[in-house]
């Protein structure tokens, strides 16, 4: 695929706007292809992923009418998240019984709550097109997939991925990012990190 020197901004927050707009807009004009943003740290994926989350639930890609909340296991401790139909997903550990490995994505194209209205059972059609069906009281390592580290992302091939640079990218790492797409990736670059001044 070909690799585009997207975007430099000013800083962190207007370049995080940036790939939101341009990840949310990928989606809509192809909802079939697979995209992911990739971060260096487990911060940074955590708030692209809020922001792009809710973006797509603006455009109708994730169904808010179906999202319940569900607790699973993420760097290490146990933590509320929500998910529902369209919800772009990643497994975040081994599972011989289920067939998944750490780093597998896939997508939410089901769910079912148990009694308390959080969710308990959720379909996911993963990047290979299996079928999967996963029991969250049984397999809780599960997370959200817009975007995640270029470590996670070591292993997957995605149709287009939007890199967000970091200073602490090493060759190995700036490798693996603007290595995983099969179409197109993009690179995201800010002043305030990359400035003259640094």
Do not use: W
């Not at 890609?61 to 569900?70: I, M, R």
């Not at 997370?143 to 580290?149: F, L, N």
């Not at 990012?177 to 640094?198: C, H, I, T």
């Amino acid at each position: 695929g070909r690799v585009l020197f997207r975007s430099i901004e000013k800083d962190n927050k207007d370049l995080r706007k940036e790939i939101v707009r341009d990840y949310v807009a990928s989606r809509v004009k192809n909802p079939r292809e697979g995209c992911v943003v990739l971060a260096r740290t487990n911060l940074e994926v955590q708030s692209l992923n809020r922001m792009i989350r809710e973006e797509l639930k603006t455009n109708k890609l994730v169904q808010e009418s179906t999202e319940a909340v569900a607790t699973v296991h993420v760097q290490k401790k146990n933590e509320k998240r929500s998910f529902a139909i369209g919800d772009r997903i990643v497994f975040l550990r081994n599972n011989s019984t289920l067939g998944v490995k750490n780093g597998l994505m896939g997508e939410v194209t089901g769910l079912k709550k148990d009694a308390r209205g959080e969710a308990r059972i959720l379909t996911i059609r993963d990047e290979r097109k299996n079928k999967i069906e996963v029991d969250l009281f049984s397999y809780n390592r599960i997370g959200h997939a817009y975007a995640v580290t270029i470590h996670k992302s070591q292993g997957s091939t995605i149709d287009r991925v939007f890199v967000q640079a970091s200073p602490t990218m090493d060759k190995e790492s700036s490798y693996v990012a603007m290595s995983r797409q099969k179409l197109e990736a993009k690179l995201y670059v800010s002043l305030e990190d990359f400035g003259p001044e640094k």
